[in-house]
């Protein structure tokens, strides 16, 4: 048998790793969000037990996107984004709608169109990529739950209540108003946060701290910050037999433990506990699986080739040549 000597790590590994196991093992520090640089954090964060509500709400809206790039030629993009949106009333999947998939050409002087054609208060000289454009299309769908939606009902966005940074604040201001004064509550729930404290990752470390002091199966929630719209942003753990908590952002006005609440009675899914339901119904009617890019390029290679666009100029024009030298 041939033994094979283990190759010690580097220095520099060495070194990272060594950071990384006392930012890990802190306990404490500054709150941050790397994310997010306009979040105001309370002074301190205190855990607090939740009660799920008796039933959920009555009229549940959920928003998630999806995007693909189709075709890359570095200088050019040809990119896909939609946004979908489901409702449950009473308990029952009413609206399954996967959304139009809008394709986008970026790149070069392509970007001030598609900037153009933009709503949300989007300036027409703002730089455009496809995290923007996913963007887009899930704040127009949020705004047309809101719209739809009945007294009492809640809409629930994928991520938090903060679009991109190219979208001016007051527009997010002013649909917060409109969803309040139409009794709608607007929660956001982020499924990979950037919460921090001490420059470590805060909702893991509140796990550990929640399952030692009010039990390893306790539901539980903590305030932790305000968004510059108003929104209430807190940490929440909303089912029992969930492995994470989430963070939560929560419309301004509204009361959170109300709100988490309710929240709760749409998070015992078997399959996703913790997680609202009609996010994860949401999340997979938007999706842009490799079947779903593969279907667009046919089309569009279609089209080019209707076109008159000859097929070597199309085979150049996109062809990866990282993966012609990494066949073998």
């Given at each position: 048998m041939v033994l094979t000597a283990l190759v010690p790590p580097s220095s520099s590994l060495r070194t990272a790793a060594d950071r990384l196991a006392a930012l890990l093992t802190g306990g404490g520090g500054g709150l941050a969000d790397a994310g997010n640089g306009h979040l105001q954090f309370d002074a301190e964060i205190r855990l607090r037990p939740l009660v799920r509500a008796a039933a959920p709400p009555a009229e549940v809206w959920a928003v998630d996107g999806g995007q693909a790039v189709v075709a890359d030629a570095r200088c050019l993009q040809l990119v896909v984004a939609r946004a979908a949106r489901t409702c449950f009333r009473n308990g029952e999947c009413a609206v399954e709608d996967e959304g139009e998939l809008r394709a986008y050409l970026l790149g070069g002087r392509e970007d001030r169109a598609v900037a153009a054609g933009l709503?949300?208060?989007i300036a027409e000289d703002a730089a455009v990529d496809l995290n923007l454009l996913r963007d887009h299309e899930e704040w127009v769908a949020v705004e047309r739950c809101i719209e739809e939606a009945a007294p009492g009902a809640m809409v629930l966005v994928d991520g938090d209540l903060e679009p991109d940074w190219r979208v001016p604040p007051s527009w997010l201001t002013e649909l917060l108003a409109r969803a309040a004064a139409r009794d709608v509550v607007v929660a956001a729930v982020i499924?990979?946060?950037?919460?921090?404290?001490?420059?470590?990752?805060?909702?893991?470390?509140?796990?550990?701290?929640?399952?030692?002091?009010?039990?390893?199966?306790?539901?539980?929630?903590?305030?932790?910050?305000?968004s510059r719209a108003g929104a209430r942003v807190v940490a929440a753990r909303l089912d029992a037999d969930a492995p994470y908590a989430f963070r939560v952002d929560v419309s301004p006005g509204a009361d959170p433990e109300e709100i988490l609440a309710r929240l709760a009675a749409l998070c015992d899914d078997a399959g996703f506990p913790g997680y609202p339901y009609p996010l994860t119904v949401a999340d997979r009617l938007a999706a842009c699986p490799g079947w779903l890019r593969q279907d667009t390029w046919y089309?569009?290679?279609?089209?080019?080739?209707?076109?008159?666009?000859?097929?070597?100029?199309?085979?150049?024009?996109?062809?990866?040549?990282?993966?012609?030298?990494e066949r073998f």
């Open positions: 709503s949300l208060g499924k990979r946060s950037s919460l921090s404290r001490g420059g470590a990752p805060l909702l893991g470390a509140l796990e550990i701290d929640a399952a030692r002091e009010l039990g390893p199966r306790a539901l539980w929630w903590a305030p932790v910050a305000r089309e569009l290679d279609d089209l080019l080739d209707r076109a008159g666009v000859p097929a070597e100029v199309r085979e150049r024009a996109f062809a990866d040549r990282h993966d012609l030298m």
